[in-house]
T-cell receptor, first 110, second 112 residues
Framework: KQEVTQIPAALSVPEGENLVLNCSFT??????LQWFRQDPGKGLTSLLL?????REQTSGRLNASLDKSSGRSTLYIAASQPGDSATYLC?????????FGTGTRLQVFP | SQTIHQWPATLVQPVGSPLSLECTVE??????LYWYRQAAGRGLQLLFY??????ISSEVPQNLSASRPQDRQFILSSKKLLLSDSGFYLC???????????FGPGTRLTVL
């Protein structure tokens, strides 16, 4: 059974820091991995999608890497801003379904 | 471009009352559709998914059911709500030929 874990569960940092959020999964047989952002009381916003054959994807200040063989992904956020404050979720796709981690709650203070 | 709608945005219902939440997707055809629940302090739980009209897969046996009467319409229902049905309900879609999954704005359900 696929299990997805995210560490840390919560993170509070001053503005301007570079951050690394971690995601691990137990079964390497995945189609892809997707990172999402969720603001309080809102739906999920897709940030990055990494196919199983890819090693990383970049969008603006965000960079996500994937090491499928070791069951790990990281989301790197450069030069964090207060607007980055949200919960970040990773999810792996298995067949037609996404299996989600429990998220990292990020707070960036000025 | 594609958009996904959910309604209502918030709902307060008494225990034992029926439920109907609706989700529609625009700008695509024959998508995979999903219903998730996010309970307070817990992760996202997949409830149902559908790969076509009338095709529903249930992930968790519970007090809820789902239907897909049209290609881009997905409905979540209950005949009698329980307190434990409270939560944030999210609908999502994914194109067959494209891997990224997109979510709707969600419905906050409170059962009293």
């Amino acid at each position: 059974k696929q299990e997805v874990t995210q560490i840390p569960a919560a993170l509070s940092v001053p503005e301007g820091e570079n951050l690394v959020l971690n995601c691990s999964f137990t079964d390497s047989a995945i189609y892809n991995l997707q990172w999402f952002r969720q603001d309080p009381g809102k739906g999920l916003t897709s940030l990055l999608l990494i196919q199983s054959s890819q090693r990383e994807q970049t969008s603006g200040r965000l960079n996500a890497s994937l090491d499928k063989s070791s069951g790990r992904s990281t989301l790197y956020i450069a030069a964090s801003q207060p607007g980055d404050s949200a919960t970040y979720l990773c999810a792996v796709r298995v067949a037609d379904k996404l299996i989600f981690g429990t998220g990292t709650r990020l707070q960036v203070f000025p | 471009s594609q958009t996904i709608h959910q309604w209502p945005a918030t709902l307060v219902q008494p225990v034992g009352s029926p439920l109907s939440l609706e989700c529609t997707v625009e700008g695509t055809s024959n998508p995979n559709l999903y219903w998730y629940r996010q309970a307070a302090g817990r992760g996202l739980q997949l409830l149902f998914y559908s790969v076509g009209i009338g095709q529903i897969s249930s992930e968790v046996p519970q007090n809820l059911s789902a239907s897909r009467p049209q290609d881009r319409q997905f409905i979540l229902s209950s005949k009698k709500l329980l307190l434990s049905d409270s939560g944030f309900y999210l609908c999502a879609w994914r194109d067959r030929g494209y891997n990224e999954q997109f979510f709707g704005p969600g419905t906050r359900l409170t059962v009293l």
